[in-house]
């Protein structure tokens, strides 16, 4: 089993940062894929970024240039949000792939933009 715990959530004025942080336990070994993915109210889950274990990154084409994933996939990863904007404001959660493609979410981190 593996655990992933989020934090750095929070309330942020438009045009500000935040920093997520994703702490990965347990059978960590396996993992090939960490990212971030967001929930808005009354809409569905929707990819943010992910990074590999062998480096490679990727985005979400509303997020690009503003957002920077970073980290180790077998240990924390992070999320460096700037230039937020109020259409940001969404639950973050976590996610996490091994090698046998088994899907690990966390709990969620609140991140709210006001205006």
């Known amino acids: 089993q593996m655990q992933l715990v989020e934090s750095g959530g929070g309330l942020v004025q438009a045009g500000g940062s935040l920093r997520l942080s994703c702490a990965a336990s347990g059978s960590i070994s396996g993992i090939t894929d960490m990212g971030w993915y967001r929930q808005a109210p009354g809409k569905q889950r929707e990819f943010v970024a992910t990074t590999t274990s062998n480096g490679r990154t990727n985005y979400a084409d509303s997020v690009k240039g503003r957002f920077t994933i970073s980290g180790n996939v077998k240990n924390t990863v992070y999320l460096q949000m700037n230039s937020l904007k109020p259409e940001d404001t969404a639950v973050y959660y976590c996610?996490?792939?091994?090698?046998?493609?088994?899907?690990?979410w966390g709990q969620g981190t609140q991140v709210t933009v006001s205006f």
């Open positions: 996610h996490a792939v091994n090698w046998s493609t088994r899907e690990y």
